[in-house]
């Protein structure tokens, strides 16, 4: 909000105008008017003062008409519980304007910040003046335009800031709610490393098992800051052998659906070739699809994991027993921060398993088949 002049309303602002008593003629609105259309400005003027601290009008009180301050500060706010400072005005400046051009209730409490005069003028006589007078009334209607567009300015950046807010909220549920599952296979794991007459095999699992889950919290957490900084980070990919990941990856995902009551059953396993591949961001991409699907069971169910080469490329797919994909976010189910029908997450999961898929030169998808509900697959190419 600017005050006379131009200046930005700031602390010493109010020193340089608190003071300052304004005239009718001098109003940037009516300085156009000549002598007669003054003279008739003044018969309907009326002057008020109020005490600092003292309300002009409250919110949802009628728009009987329309204020211009002549010295002192007026304070705008607004708000159903609690009442927000959304402007101050001093000398010389508008406020009540809408009510010119709409018989509606005020949208905002009006109140003087400090002792204030201003010159009221009553709607009726200020619409017959404004008939009268056409420059006045493009004079009006520009301040109002103003006015909006300020007052849509700053609206968009609190919308802007309230939603960043929000997300970052939700963004960090999200971590917390991926960080339990492997935090509660190491606690699951320690508690078998404690039993009596442990076998040194089932100790040396239990170990391994840990150790993967410390260095998959490690992974999760590089992810989540690849992701939010943007990296563009060139991907190594090392040519191994897809089976053997696969059959050593298939354990560890077994243990995690199990903590949702769910079971996992490999229907047909990958041939033993070579794939160009970054294991460890590879198993993330499955972790999170089964994790998708463990979130969709509520009351438990079956993955089953499908790998075949079809036209030089492999080709995965996960399927679950769920309800499936909601129509209304099936069209954006990779893009960043969709998400339906989950007590926690952002959407980050589907959007970070479509990058790893593209940095790996393979294609991401999902679909839905009769009397089937939704199927994941996603392509690796072969290695030459």
Same mark, same amino acid.
């Given at each position: 909000?600017?005050?006379?002049?131009?200046?930005?309303?700031?602390?010493?602002?109010?020193?340089?105008?608190?003071?300052?008593?304004?005239?009718?003629?001098?109003?940037?609105?009516?300085?156009?008017?000549?002598?007669?259309?003054?003279?008739?400005?003044?018969?309907?003027?009326?002057?008020?003062?109020?005490?600092?601290?003292?309300?002009?009008?409250?919110?949802?009180?009628?728009?009987?008409?329309?204020?211009?301050?002549?010295?002192?500060?007026?304070?705008?706010?607004?708000?159903?519980?609690?009442?927000?400072?959304?402007?101050?005005?001093?000398?010389?400046?508008?406020?009540?304007?809408?009510?010119?051009?709409?018989?509606?209730?005020?949208?905002?409490?009006?109140?003087?910040?400090?002792?204030?005069?201003?010159?009221?003028?009553?709607?009726?006589?200020?619409?017959?003046?404004?008939?009268?007078?056409?420059?006045?009334?493009?004079?009006?209607?520009?301040?109002?335009?103003?006015?909006? /567009?300020?007052?849509?300015?700053?609206?968009?950046?609190?919308?802007?800031?309230?939603?960043?807010?929000?997300?970052?909220?939700?963004?960090?549920?999200?971590?917390?709610?991926?960080?339990?599952?492997?935090?509660?296979?190491?606690?699951?794991?320690?508690?078998?490393?404690?039993?009596?007459?442990?076998?040194?095999?089932?100790?040396?699992?239990?170990?391994?098992?840990?150790?993967?889950?410390?260095?998959?919290?490690?992974?999760?957490?590089?992810?989540?800051?690849?992701?939010?900084?943007?990296?563009?980070?060139?991907?190594?990919?090392?040519?191994?052998?897809?089976?053997?990941?696969?059959?050593?990856?298939?354990?560890?995902? &077994?243990?995690?659906?199990?903590?949702?009551?769910?079971?996992?059953?490999?229907?047909?396993?990958?041939?033993?070739?070579?794939? /160009?591949?970054?294991?460890?961001?590879?198993?993330?991409?499955?972790?999170?699809?089964?994790?998708?699907?463990?979130?969709?069971?509520?009351?438990?169910?079956?993955?089953?994991?499908?790998?075949?080469?079809?036209?030089?490329?492999?080709?995965?797919?996960?399927?679950?027993?769920?309800?499936?994909?909601?129509?209304?976010?099936?069209?954006?189910?990779?893009?960043?921060?969709?998400?339906?029908?989950?007590?926690?997450?952002?959407?980050?999961?589907?959007?970070?398993?479509?990058?790893?898929?593209?940095?790996?030169?393979? &294609?991401?998808?999902?679909?839905?088949?009769?009397? /089937?509900?939704?199927?994941?697959?996603?392509?690796?190419?072969?290695?030459?």
């Amino acid at each position: 909000m600017n005050g006379p002049g131009g200046d930005s309303l700031s602390p010493n602002w109010f020193l340089r105008y608190s003071n300052l008593v304004i005239t009718l003629e001098s109003i940037p609105l009516f300085r156009m008017l000549n002598r007669n259309e003054l003279q008739a400005l003044r018969f309907i003027a009326q002057e008020r003062r109020f005490a600092a601290g003292q309300e002009i009008f409250p919110e949802g009180a009628a728009g009987d008409g329309v204020y211009f301050v002549k010295t002192g500060l007026v304070q705008i706010s607004a708000g159903k519980t609690a009442q927000r400072i959304v402007s101050r005005l001093g000398p010389g400046e508008i406020f009540g304007e809408m009510a010119i051009i709409e018989h509606q209730p005020r949208s905002a409490t009006a109140s003087a910040a400090e002792d204030t005069e201003v010159f009221f003028l009553p709607r009726g006589e200020m619409l017959t003046f404004i008939e009268r007078s056409p420059a006045v009334a493009l004079a009006l209607l520009q301040q109002i335009s103003h006015r909006l /567009r300020e007052f849509n300015r700053l609206h968009i950046q609190e919308l802007i800031q309230s939603e960043s807010l929000a997300v970052i909220g939700r963004f960090a549920q999200s971590i917390v709610h991926d960080l339990k599952n492997p935090l509660s296979i190491i606690s699951l794991s320690a508690e078998v490393l404690d039993l009596p007459g442990i076998s040194p095999e089932m100790r040396a699992k239990t170990q391994s098992r840990i150790c993967k889950q410390v260095d998959r919290i490690s992974d999760l957490v590089s992810d989540i800051l690849i992701f939010t900084q943007g990296t563009n980070k060139q991907v190594e990919l090392i040519p191994g052998d897809y089976a053997a990941f696969v059959q050593e990856l298939i354990g560890d995902l &077994r243990a995690e659906a199990e903590l949702k009551c769910a079971t996992i059953e490999l229907v047909r396993e990958p041939p033993p070739i070579l794939v /160009r591949f970054d294991s460890r961001r590879l198993s993330r991409l499955f972790f999170n699809l089964v994790h998708n699907a463990t979130d969709a069971m509520v009351n438990g169910g079956k993955i089953f994991l499908r790998c075949e080469v079809q036209g030089g490329e492999l080709v995965n797919e996960i399927e679950d027993t769920g309800p499936g994909i909601a129509p209304e976010v099936a069209d954006r189910l990779f893009q960043p921060f969709t998400t339906h029908g989950k007590e926690h997450g952002t959407g980050l999961g589907l959007s970070i398993c479509k990058k790893i898929v593209e940095d790996h030169g393979g &294609r991401i998808a999902v679909r839905r088949e009769p009397g /089937r509900v939704a199927i994941f697959s996603f392509t690796l190419p072969l290695a030459k």
